[in-house]
């Protein structure tokens, strides 16, 4: 006997059509979708189908709704791409303790590449900037709040340095997904100094073109910080 075909449900065929839409071009990005009534005549199915589909788009991050606007497609970026995984991110991060040690793995990876990266690639500008965002993160330390996003952005811009923008997209993910266990390490007696020397070193090699010297300058400065969460959460 041959498998039972599920019954679809009507929204669901609205997304389909709705989805080669806009996958063909007929709708770009950033335009509206027709209104609920148009898609309602459109397809010949009823109102809670047409606004099943559109939530559907939507928690998909194909479609962006705004109370009394015709939902409008979404322009692509690579931050609304690592943004649509944050919230299951945080789930996992949450509901198993070994996936924080891979994901402190994943970022010693990616930024000792990014830091390579930008010293192979770095402008007069692009060091400029960073000495810019080391000032103005030393300037931050009497806010806890302003220094952790001051540390944020400094990373996100040694990756945006790279040209590859999904880099800093997930430089900055790794960095907030991680951020629950980052706020006592911050707290801890002497960091915010010491984390501001580790990040003028890794400026000074960027600024001598020396991709060996930054990566290994960024190894030590994420590994310091991932040795001193182990010791604060013992």
Do not use: C
Not at 94 to 114: Q, S, W, Y
Not at 121 to 127: I, K, L, M, N, Q
């Amino acid at each position: 006997m041959g498998e039972i075909i599920p019954r679809r449900k009507l929204y669901q065929e609205v997304v389909d059509r709705l989805m080669e839409r806009i996958r063909s071009g007929e709708i770009a990005p950033g335009a509206q979708l027709p209104s609920e009534r148009e898609l309602m005549e459109m397809y010949g199915v009823g109102r809670p189908a047409v606004r099943e589909a559109l939530q559907t788009l939507e928690r998909s991050g194909i479609v962006e709704i705004v109370h009394g606007e015709r939902a409008r497609v979404v322009v692509p970026t690579a931050d609304r791409l690592i943004g649509q995984i944050a919230s299951g991110a945080m789930h996992l991060l949450r509901t198993d303790p070994e996936m924080l040690e891979h994901l402190k793995h994943a970022r010693l990876f990616l930024e000792t590449g990014t830091a390579r990266m930008a010293a192979e690639r770095a402008t007069e500008e692009d060091v400029a900037r960073l000495q810019l965002s080391v000032a103005q993160h030393r300037a931050s330390m009497v806010n806890l709040e302003e220094f952790i996003e001051r540390d944020m952005a400094f990373h996100r811009e040694i990756a945006r340095i790279s040209g590859n923008p999904i880099f800093p997209s997930i430089v900055e993910s790794l960095f907030r997904w991680a951020g629950e266990y980052y706020r006592p390490m911050v707290r801890a007696p002497g960091a915010e100094k010491l984390t501001l020397s580790e990040h003028q070193r890794i400026v000074d090699a960027i600024a001598k073109r020396d991709g060996d010297a930054a990566a290994a300058a960024m190894h030590a400065h994420l590994s310091r910080a991932n040795e001193l969460y182990r010791k604060l959460s013992k």
